[in-house]
């Protein structure tokens, strides 16, 4: 069976929607962030801080390319994951990608709910909307090359009824 590769901004529900959509699809769930950061044996922003996005990115498409195809896997990329190399081109060949498109001033809300300060790019951020806006206009070229998007709030069952005809 094909992986699932999830796409989409911080906050978009990708690992919390990539959860539930494995369990009811009998896959196993990977974070590619958690992935990353067990193979570096450090935080997200410890690897931002002492070693640069540069070889963030580096590690995050070595790790993402590690990924077995048709492994029954769901996939949270991280939010860059799909604008940089050709990374995009990676998980459209190696499964069924989804985006999920959320507007900013939701993910605005739902950052301010998650409470810690783990996304390095967003860290210290005055004006967050405008920032994530910003960020979003130029990952969209990338994010909607995927083979399916899904715009707004959608349930589990939407996105297997969506996905289940791929796999």
């Given at each position: 069976m094909k992986n699932i590769f999830l796409?989409?901004?911080?906050?978009?529900?990708?690992?919390?929607?990539?959860?539930?959509?494995?369990?009811?699809?009998?896959?196993?769930?990977?974070?590619?962030?958690k992935l990353i950061e067990k193979d570096q044996e450090k935080t997200i922003p410890e690897i931002f801080r002492e070693h640069g996005e540069p070889?963030?990115?580096?590690?995050?498409?070595?790790?993402l390319y590690d990924t077995k195809p048709n492994h029954w896997l769901v996939?949270?990329?991280g939010g860059g994951a799909p604008c940089f190399f050709d990374n995009m081109e990676f998980i459209k060949?190696?499964?069924?990608?989804?985006?999920?498109?959320?507007?900013p001033a939701e993910l605005v809300e739902r950052i301010g709910k998650h409470g810690k300060d783990d996304r390095p790019l967003l860290s210290?951020?005055?004006?967050?909307?405008?920032e994530l806006?910003?960020?979003?206009?130029v990952r969209l070229p990338y994010y909607s090359q995927a083979?399916?998007?899904?715009?707004g709030r959608t349930t589990v069952q939407q996105l297997v009824d969506l996905v289940s005809p791929c796999l």
């Open positions: 796409v989409g901004m911080p906050s978009s529900g990708k690992s919390t929607l990539g959860k539930k959509l494995a369990r009811r699809l009998g896959y196993r769930f990977v974070d590619l962030d070889y963030f990115r580096d590690v995050e498409k070595k790790i996939v949270a990329t060949a190696n499964g069924v990608s989804v985006f999920l498109n959320i507007p210290g951020v005055a004006e967050l909307e405008k806006t910003a960020r979003l206009h083979e399916f998007t899904i715009s």
